[in-house]
């Protein structure tokens, strides 16, 4: 059965995500922050030292909450109900005048306002236009579709879960959107999003998978009580030679009944390859498999997805490489070309540190304009890379959300590259986050500014500097 909506302008791309990824490690469904009207950025994709941070920045109340995607469950209220237009151009959405809930793009103060927002990653980091958002699965009782629609009506497709899956789309970089969501029946779905972007050096940097959880319906008819089953992924090493045997196993609870996962192996090329079904899974490393992500799933009798683990990700490296003084051996013969001995990176003297004066960086200016400067000084050509972060206990009292196991919370980030030797005035900006929570705060925590020297000789070093905690109102 398919339905759909005529929602309004505003152009961009979305993503749905499916019941995978750390499906059973979030809130039971009951037991969820619900979200049913106001605006909300269901993601909210920040970019924190070469990786990227998903979660849901809820602005419906007085002031914005930042909340773990595991614990929300997103709602369409009853009220989202309409009748699929009696126009070709949605048919995909199912027959005209049967029923579609649609969350629209145009905010209906009545209903939930979904969107997502990049604006907080950093241009220093990833310099692209765009980034790409996977949709991997959709779990639920019907199809669901996200999708714009353009000044006179028509909608630009960006997810269709009644196409095959996994699907891509490229949406805007550094921007705030808002797209169509449909769901052609009431009910619980499940949607697994991932996202991929290249950093500034040319490598492509992908997220874990993260789960969204909506209701569609009276919320009268969620389920009180489903049981959740967690599962997991053991056995992995820290790294794996070329040609060493991988063996990881699926860990959940035997109680439930259930008996094989099912094993995927995602690689940064895009490449998806089906490892198989059962409680534990081996293959052969190869080189090709670096950074290469491995996931599990659990379904029950009928196939519905039951559990997901969090990935993991595979370290790959090649044979050891001769100790230093060994010689290379010999071409093998006429013509044949010698294997290359990796390069080392030779010691730095003290002298070459990066160093960071923090004097002329201001609180008040950060918190106000969102950005100020700090001076960081190279020996040589090449690039610094500043970083400002508070404890982990300062970013809990701010109300700012931090990762389990992080000791620092990153507020705010610059980067600046230089031609040749000297001091450099680095431009640092607060994320969006730390500046709305900053901004409600008499006392801003004492700050450590971290500044990384990337010289044109691959050379890297680090300097530090520190603002205390000081009172701004």
């Known amino acids: 059965m398919r339905r759909t909506l005529l929602a309004v302008c505003v152009p961009l791309a979305a993503a749905v995500i499916a019941p995978m990824a750390a499906a059973a490690q979030g809130l039971p469904n009951h037991e969820r922050h619900v979200m049913s009207v106001g605006h909300a950025d269901v993601l909210n994709i920040t970019s924190h030292v070469d990786h990227f941070h998903v979660e849901v920045e809820d602005d419906s109340g007085d002031a914005p909450v930042t909340r773990k995607l595991t614990d929300v469950l997103l709602h369409a209220k009853p009220e989202s109900r309409i009748d699929v237009p009696d126009l070709p151009a949605y048919g995909f959405l199912g027959q ?99 996202v991929e972007g290249r950093l500034a050096d040319g490598r ?45 196993s699926a860990d959940y ?29 081996t293959f052969i490393a190869a080189v090709e498999h670096d950074a290469c992500r491995v996931s599990a799933t659990l379904s029950a009798a009928d196939g519905t997805v039951v559990a997901v683990a969090p990935d993991v990700t595979l370290r790959v490296v090649a044979a050891p490489a001769p100790a230093q003084g060994t010689p290379s051996p010999p071409p093998a013969g006429p013509g044949a070309v010698a294997p290359s001995v990796p390069t080392t990176v030779r010691p730095v003297p003290p002298r070459e540190l990066a160093l960071v004066r923090s004097g002329d960086l201001r609180v008040s200016s950060l918190i106000e304009r969102g950005r ?87 050379t890297r070093r680090t300097g530090r500097a520190s603002l205390p905690a000081s009172r701004v109102r």
Request: charged share 20%.
């Open 96 to 194: 005209p005048g049967e029923p579609v809930w649609i969350l629209p793009e145009i905010q209906n103060d009545e209903l939930l306002w979904p969107g997502w927002n990049t604006e907080d990653v950093l241009a220093s980091e990833f310099p692209d236009a765009h980034l790409k958002l996977r949709l991997l699965s959709v779990i639920g009782p019907a199809q669901v579709s996200v999708f714009t629609s353009d000044p006179v009506g028509n909608p630009q497709m960006i997810f269709d879960s009644a196409n095959a899956l996994p699907q891509t789309a490229e949406i805007l970089n550094r921007t705030h959107t808002h797209v169509n969501w449909a769901f052609e029946a009431e009910g619980l779905y499940s949607m697994m999003v991932q």
């Open 204 to 248: 492509t940097i992908t997220s874990r998978a993260h789960e969204m959880r909506w209701f569609v319906g009276d919320l009268a008819a969620l389920p009180q009580g489903a049981p959740t089953t967690s599962l997991s992924i053991g056995g992995l090493a820290d790294q794996y030679a070329v040609g060493d045997t991988v063996t990881l």
């Open 253 to 281: 609870p035997r109680e439930t009944g259930l008996t094989d996962a099912r094993w995927t192996r995602t690689c940064a090329d895009g490449t998806n390859a089906a490892l198989g079904t059962g409680a534990t899974v």
């Open 372 to 458: 100020d400067a700090v001076l960081c000084r190279l020996a040589a050509a090449g690039r610094c890379t500043v970083r400002l972060t508070v404890s982990a206990a300062a970013a809990r009292k701010l109300g700012l959300r931090i990762e389990s196991g992080a000791t620092r919370y990153v507020v705010a980030t610059g980067e600046r590259r230089a031609s040749r030797a000297g001091a450099v005035k680095v431009t640092v900006r607060l994320t969006r986050s730390a500046r709305r929570a900053l901004r409600r705060t008499a006392r801003v925590p004492a700050i450590r500014i971290d500044a990384t020297a990337t010289l044109a000789d691959g």
